[in-house]
T-cell receptor, first 115, second 111 residues
């Protein structure tokens, strides 16, 4: 069964450093998403992406964050100048259509630890 | 309460018993989805129920949706130790391009 692949599975970074989280969505999917889950808390929406542009973003997704689909397969989340509170699991997801009757396929996540 | 509140927060049952989890939401939806998360792992889509459906089955899973009460339930029948995980409901409002997740129910199935 097709999978969404995320790398790395775990990243530790110093506060203030930049990190790039990578995702390879399912190849025929057109809509891409990033979510995050702070330990013990809800899964929160960060951003959705379609046709090479952001279609929606949450209030969490401020200027510190950016997304990109640089080569038609990878979908990246960049976090500039990381803060301690950015420590969380970050999940990438994709869907084939925007029709509201499809479940999302999530990756296994990247655990980001900011020290 | 916030969109997507689930109860109970934690549930412990014996293998073979049924487990029922409830989810309430606030806004209008196109569909409601249930996901499973094993500890420290990704989210796995279990089942999706559309706003015009009232009940849906998939294997040992049964989902109900009551849009008048803005609530849903997930029933896992004949539970197994391998069902131990967190279960989340998530609503897709359609007008916005995102899922809104509930707080989750931590299910522990004792062998």
């Amino acid at each position: 069964e097709p999978e969404v692949t995320q790398t790395p599975s775990h990243q530790v970074t110093q506060m203030g450093q930049e990190v790039i989280l990578r995702c390879v969505p399912i190849s025929n999917h057109l809509y891409f998403y990033w979510y995050r889950q702070i330990l013990g808390q809800k899964v929160e929406f960060l951003v959705s992406f379609y046709n090479n542009e952001i279609s929606e973003k949450s209030e969490i997704f401020d200027d510190q964050f950016s997304v990109e689909r640089p080569d038609g397969s990878n979908f990246t989340l960049k976090i500039r100048s990381t803060k301690l509170e950015d420590s969380a699991m970050y999940f990438c997801a994709s869907t084939p259509y925007r029709e509201p009757n499809y479940g999302y396929t999530f990756g296994s996540g990247t655990r980001l630890t900011v020290v | 309460s916030q969109q997507g509140e689930e109860d109970p927060q934690a549930l412990s049952i014996q293998e073979g018993e049924n487990a029922t989890m409830n989810c309430s939401y606030k806004t209008s939806i196109n569909n409601l989805q249930w996901y499973r998360q094993n500890s420290g792992r990704g989210l796995v889509h279990l089942i999706l129920i559309r706003s015009n459906e009232r009940e849906k089955h998939s294997g040992r899973l049964r989902v109900t949706l009551d849009t008048s009460k803005k609530s849903s339930s997930l029933l896992i029948t004949a539970s197994r130790a391998a069902d131990t995980a967190s279960y989340f409901c998530a609503t897709d409002g359609g007008a916005t391009n995102k899922l809104i997740f509930g707080t989750g129910t931590l299910l522990a199935v004792q062998p």
